[in-house]
């Protein structure tokens, strides 16, 4: 085989694992914004329907939604345990 011709294939391999692994590490970034957004949105309606049943009332912020998104439904307890103790 041609000398030139295995240094193209493997010239265009390298660079096509070049391309996919940077192309993987810029999306990644916005694979975690749309997954905060997600569990922030999630942490939303938790905290609604916790305000809906009218055990406790809890302002529905980015930061309370940040937390009930994120540490799910202990964030929620947390937060009621906060409210209730300090806002009460």
């Known amino acids: 085989m041609n000398t030139q011709l295995i240094e193209y294939v493997a010239g265009a391999v390298v660079g096509a694992v070049v391309i996919v692994t940077v192309v993987n590490i810029l999306t990644l970034p916005f694979q975690l914004l749309f997954k905060l957004l997600i569990n922030s949105a999630i942490g939303a309606i938790m905290l609604y329907v916790i305000n809906m049943i009218g055990l406790i009332t809890i302002k529905i912020t980015f930061i309370h939604c940040f937390i009930a998104g994120t540490f799910g439904v202990p964030?929620?307890?947390?937060?009621?345990?906060?409210?209730?103790?300090?806002?009460h």
């Open 75 to 87: 964030g929620v307890i947390g937060l009621m345990i906060y409210t209730y103790m300090f806002k």
